[in-house]
């Protein structure tokens, strides 16, 4: 069970899962059963996917605001990323048809079908990213690229120099 809070508005979201804890931000509050989080990812081919993966990444965006909120910067760099590509799972689960259709040979279909949608990986975000913005989602590959910057910040740390990450300090880490 889901529930978002807005102003005193109460809905039930999604019945995907259980929950036991409560997360907030300015004017809005989110109740996820814990169990729910929990629970195995429906299989990608099913309509409860986009949901499962939305739901991780509204949770995972919850987590980085208050990790910042305690001054945990690499931690919340690291639950922003989560929260990309949580979300762009759910995108790509949703335009999949459109995607096999752009690509041109059955190994790149088998691969968006069988691990693109289900993993996500790290190391195909940019290319992901460039194919959605082909049929027509402007702007992910800048997202991507931030998202991938704060992730190198979560391992790598501050760099002065910037040979292994983009920020030189966990003030330039904190993005307006």
Do not use: C
């Not at 899962?17 to 509050?29: F, T």
């Not at 509204?58 to 305690?70: C, D, M, N, S, T």
């Not at 289900?118 to 991507?144: C, D, F, W, Y």
Request: net charge negative; glycine share 10%; no cysteine.
């Amino acid at each position: 069970m889901l529930v978002l809070n807005a102003g005193g508005v109460h809905g039930a979201v999604s019945d995907w899962g259980v929950g036991d804890g409560y997360l907030s931000g300015v004017g809005w509050s989110l109740f996820v059963d814990a169990e729910v989080l929990e629970k195995p990812l429906p299989k990608p081919t099913t309509e409860d996917y986009v949901g499962a993966r939305l739901l991780e990444s509204i949770v995972e965006a919850q987590l980085a605001l208050e990790f910042l909120g305690r001054g945990l910067v690499r931690n919340a760099a690291g639950k922003v990323f989560q929260s990309w590509r949580a979300l762009m799972a759910a995108l790509l689960r949703l335009e999949l048809d459109r995607l096999v259709q752009l690509v041109r040979t059955d190994e790149e279909r088998k691969w968006l079908v069988n691990r693109a949608v289900p993993r996500v990986p790290t190391t195909r975000l940019v290319r992901l990213s460039q194919m959605l913005e082909k049929i027509g989602h402007v702007g992910l590959l800048a997202n991507t690229s931030l998202a991938l910057e704060l992730h190198d910040y979560q391992y790598n740390g501050p760099d002065p120099d910037m040979a292994v990450s983009k920020f030189r300090d966990r003030g330039e880490a904190l993005l307006p």
